[in-house]
């Protein structure tokens, strides 16, 4: 079973607008990433929060922890369409990092 | 920079036929793995490995073999292909040091494969 799991799904705005997705996850984590993926490619890493982090910063992203619901934000703020992308989650409980469904995100010009 | 290279990009093979991926990479890292991405599944863990010499099952090591060749190659056998490993598979690595650096998983590009 997956270890994290985004929501939503999918999500479409416009240029601009801010995008929040949120995973949630199942077992106690060393540290949570975010990835993204574009389309027919592989996932490139964008942010790493460690579990005694609350928030974190890098750009225009933002992502934040709570460990008590066992669960992460990521916020992209004032969205490109380059943003256009699949971004997922991963929980890192031991060696192996397990990645959540994903989240499509679509942002139109 | 090459980072993780993975061969092929795409193969179509006949159910009962076997095969192999090839990965490589060139960043002396001490970590490897080897996911399926399936639509609405996201991404699944086949088979890992931790170090050179060790491998372990994942989520879904099923009709699945690994080898880790050396430092920088780790290789997934299909035995006896099946359509449901129809699948995009994708090999990774990481540092997995004790620096927050090393957490950082880098992936191929993916190898599209098709079971009829």
Redesign the interface.
């Known amino acids: ?2 270890q994290g799991e985004e929501d939503p799904q999918a999500l479409s705005i416009q240029e601009g607008e801010n995008a929040t997705m949120n995973c949630s996850y199942k077992t106690s984590i060393n ?1 949570l ?1 975010w ?1 993204r993926q574009n389309s ?6 964008l942010i ?1 929060i ?1 579990s005694n982090e609350r928030e974190k910063h890098s750009g225009r992203l933002r992502v934040t922890l709570d460990t008590s619901k066992k669960s992460s934000s990521l916020l992209i703020t004032a969205s490109r369409a380059a943003d256009t992308a699949s971004y ?1 989650c ?1 929980t ?1 409980p031991l ?8 989240t499509r995100l679509q942002v139109f010009p | 920079n090459a980072g ?1 290279t993975q061969t092929p990009k795409f193969q179509v093979l006949k159910t009962g036929q076997s095969m192999t991926l090839q990965c490589a990479q060139d960043m002396n890292h001490n ?1 490897m ?1 080897w ?1 399926r991405q399936d639509p ?6 086949i088979y ?1 490995s ?1 170090s050179e010499g060790t491998t ?1 099952k ?2 879904v090591p099923n009709g699945y073999n690994v080898s880790r060749l050396n430092k920088r190659e780790f290789s997934l056998r299909l035995e006896s292909a099946a359509p449901s490993q129809t699948s995009v598979y ?1 090999c ?1 690595s ?1 540092a ?1 040091t004790g620096k ?1 650096s090393g ?8 190898s599209w494969l098709t079971v009829v």
């Open positions: 079973s997956q540290n990433q990835y027919g490619r592989g996932l490139v890493h790493l460690r997922f991963a890192d060696i192996k990092l397990i990645f959540g469904t994903g | 993780v970590s793995y996911y609405g599944m996201g991404l699944r863990l890992y931790a372990d994942g989520e994708f990774a990481r997995a927050e957490n950082t998983i880098y992936f191929g590009e993916g």
